[in-house]
């Protein structure tokens, strides 16, 4: 079975700073997706970056940034130049070819950002 | 426009009772989903619906049922409720079911939280 962990329950950084979120996952398949979702207050859950794992290189939106390790099958996130804004819940999330989208989710890291 | 709507937003109800959660997305997407999230913010997939096919976490009560008059609602049924039921519902949809250059990315909406007495 596919699992997800995030081994970082709460990480807390200053304004400006960057802070780096931990994932790591288990799966035997070849062809998978990783993501990185967010829970601010409000709950809504919103999508923060990609990665396919057939990619090597890592994928960056902006401010966000990944650090895809297939073989140690890790996947951090690197947050830059943190805002206050991005205080929230950070998910790390996993599927796979013929999963039909469904995503299994690590159990989250709370992220606290000091002004 | 809110892409996907979830009501009632909050839910409290006591036990054995039966209520329903109703999901609409105006994203014209195929697929909808259900997902879990308990008191420690786990998340947790229940349902993987669309118009060919559903697909149920083994691991859900037959208590919980799905319900799809159209491609662009999922309703949740939940019967005999019991105090673990308590959690947020998050509803979900994607554009597409099959693998591709948009695979795993779904939408939200804003969740319901269901509270058993």
């Known amino acids: 079975a596919q699992t997800v962990t995030q081994s970082q329950p709460e990480m807390s950084v200053q304004e400006a700073e960057t802070v780096t979120l931990s994932c790591t996952y288990d799966t035997s398949e070849s062809d998978y997706y990783l993501f990185w979702y967010k829970q601010p207050p409000s709950r809504q859950m919103i999508l923060v970056i990609r990665q396919e794992a057939y990619k090597q290189q890592n994928a960056t939106e902006n401010r966000f940034s990944v650090n895809f390790q297939k073989a140690a099958k890790s996947f951090s996130l690197k947050i830059s130049d943190s805002q206050l804004g991005d205080a929230a819940m950070y998910f790390c999330a996993y599927t796979w070819d013929n999963a039909g989208n469904m995503l299994t989710f690590g159990g989250g890291t709370r992220l606290m950002v000091k002004p | ?117």
Not at chain 2, 17 to 29: A, V
Not at chain 2, 87 to 103: D, E, I, K, L
Not at chain 2, 108 to 113: A, L, V
Request: aromatic share 12%; hydrophobic share 30%; with cysteine.
């Open chain 2, 1 to 117: 426009d809110t892409a996907v709507s979830q009501t009632p937003k909050y839910l409290v109800t006591q036990m054995g009772n039966d209520k329903s959660i109703k999901c609409e997305q105006n994203l014209g997407h195929d697929t909808m989903y259900w997902y879990k999230q308990d008191s420690k913010k786990f998340l947790k997939i229940m349902f993987s619906y669309n118009n060919k096919e559903l697909i149920i976490n083994e691991t859900v009560p037959n208590r919980f049922s799905p319900k799809s008059p159209d491609k662009a609602h999922l309703n949740l049924h939940i019967n005999s409720l019991e105090l673990g039921d308590s959690a947020v519902y998050f509803c979900a949809s994607s554009r597409r079911w099959a693998s591709g250059p948009n695979t795993g990315e779904l939408f939200f909406g804003e969740g319901s939280r269901l509270t058993v007495l």
